[in-house]
């Protein structure tokens, strides 16, 4: 029992709750930066480090997740929903306003969710586009790096090694039972709509810092999961989805 309080008073409760129930964790003094929005006045998001079978080190939980899932409808793991290349300024938060004026900056003067229209040519919050604001090639968070310090957006080549690492099937099922313990989070659709299910299934998305490339060049890339496959794709970038922190 004394072993326990000391726990608590050293980590606090909820970093405390990670690393008795996160798996192979490791607690880090890591902070987010100045600035960064926290939807939840009341608690911010634990910075817990797990290791995958990949071998690279991950935060055990998405940003803006008050604990790691203990299943993949666990609300409280759901976290925020980021458009892609936003700074942490609000407008993740799953009940923000929005707004139908695009930015031409990288920081909006506001916390908005930017609507964008179906007839948009480049379905992008920001015009016109900026194809660097969370880093390129690992070499940078970018300037709109959300992460707390020493961890970025991570490559759809490392999405994409996690997804083939899962053993519990190359879906939901596998993306929870993973050690990243991924849950259903669902999305922001770019009309600012806030949805958890998706042609009848509930979805998971987790945005990488890529860019979509030749094959559509206004989209950026993220990897999607729900109940029958698991792959990465393009999507518009004024979407929001979850946001999963890896370290530098």
Request: proline share 6%; hydrophobic share 35%; net charge neutral.
């Amino acid at each position: 029992m004394l072993f326990l309080v000391l726990l608590v008073n050293f980590y606090g409760v909820g970093q405390l709750q990670a690393q008795l129930f996160g798996g192979q964790l490791k607690s880090t003094p890591s902070s987010f930066p100045p600035g960064h929005v926290n939807c939840n006045p009341k608690f911010q998001t634990a910075v817990v480090e797990v290791t995958s079978l990949t071998g690279r080190i991950w935060m055990d939980r998405n940003l803006g997740a008050e604990q790691v899932a203990t299943s993949p409808t666990d609300s409280k793991a759901f976290g925020d929903l980021y458009q892609w290349g936003r700074w942490a300024d609000g407008h993740q938060c799953r009940t923000s306003g929005t707004t139908s004026t695009l930015s031409n900056t990288d920081r909006p003067p506001h916390d908005d969710f930017i609507r964008v229209i179906s007839t948009s040519s480049t379905d992008d919050w920001r015009n016109p586009q900026n194809n660097a604001m969370w880093g390129i090639n690992r070499s940078s968070g970018g300037v709109n790096n959300p992460c707390p310090t020493g961890f970025r957006l991570p490559t759809e080549d490392e999405l994409r090694d996690e997804r083939r690492s899962w053993t519990g099937g190359n879906n939901s099922v596998g993306a929870f039972n993973s050690v990243l313990k991924l849950p259903l989070s669902g999305f922001r659709e770019q009309t600012g709509e806030v949805l958890a299910i998706a042609e009848g299934s509930p979805y998971g998305f987790i945005w990488a810092q890529d860019v979509a490339g030749q094959s559509a060049p206004t989209d950026a890339r993220a990897l999607a999961y729900f109940s029958g496959n698991a792959f990465e794709n393009p999507y518009n970038r004024a979407r929001a989805y979850a946001v999963r922190c890896i370290k530098f």
